[in-house]
């Protein structure tokens, strides 16, 4: 059983790159999520897309960007990585949009922008 | 998110109990979260509660009071490997804002 399938696990970027994070779910979940955490802050939504075709800027979307052209992808991309970008970045899903259900997680992925 | 507050650090002995609080501001509350998170690992769910009161669930219960904006999450019979972090998120206008977590050490 995968779940929530996040890669790469780990990533150093130089400064003004452009870094694509990807995220696969395989429980045909409707509602998928982008979170960075950071020590001291906790979670933090960057963007949700409540079903395939449709998005959602979250707490923090500045610099990033996302799409949902089917259920099962969720792609996170950094246009051009700033070192405040430096974070572990979570995709989650959940099969009931408005985040009133369980969130599933990825294990995360550790990005650093140097 | 700003509006949750728990303590950043708890410690206890193995074997026995330990409660988590967490407080919140909310403008349209819809349910409140509890998960775990270990070291270097991605959260799990631990518990849902959106009407007041005990839910329980094993060792770990959780209690919500919404004329309070109060929750909390009692670990029973400490063991080792509930050693985590425990975040408290609250759906607030269908929007899901995490607290920074709730480092918790259990001590043999």
């Known amino acids: 059983i995968a779940g929530i399938t996040q890669a790469p696990t780990s990533q150093i970027l130089a400064a003004g790159r452009r870094m694509t994070l990807r995220c696969t779910q395989d429980m045909r979940h409707n509602a998928m999520y982008w979170y960075r955490q950071d020590l001291g802050l906790g979670l933090r939504l960057i963007h949700y897309?409540?079903?395939?075709?449709?998005?959602g800027k979250g707490e923090v979307p500045d610099g990033y960007s996302v799409s949902r052209a089917n259920t099962d992808d969720f792609p996170l991309t950094l246009a051009s990585a700033v070192p405040s970008q430096t974070s572990v970045y979570f995709c989650a899903s959940s099969d009931s949009a408005g985040s009133t259900g369980e969130l599933f997680f990825g294990e995360g992925s550790r990005l650093t922008v140097l | 998110g700003q509006n949750i507050d728990q303590p950043t650090e708890m410690t206890a002995t193995e074997g026995a109990i330990v409660q988590i609080n967490c407080t919140y501001q909310?403008?349209?509350?819809?349910?409140l979260f509890w998960y775990q998170q270990h070291a270097g690992e991605a959260p799990t769910f631990l518990s849902y509660n959106v009407l007041d009161g005990l839910e329980e669930k094993g060792r770990f219960s959780s209690f919500l009071s919404r004329s309070k904006g109060y929750s909390y999450l009692l670990l029973k019979e400490l063991q080792m490997k509930d050693s985590a972090s425990y975040l408290c998120?609250?759906?607030?206008?269908?929007?899901?804002?995490f607290g920074a977590g709730t480092t918790v050490t259990v001590r043999a």
């Open positions: 897309s409540n079903t395939a075709g449709t998005t």
């Open positions: 909310t403008s349209g509350f819809n349910g």
């Open positions: 998120a609250v759906n607030d206008d269908y929007k899901l804002s």
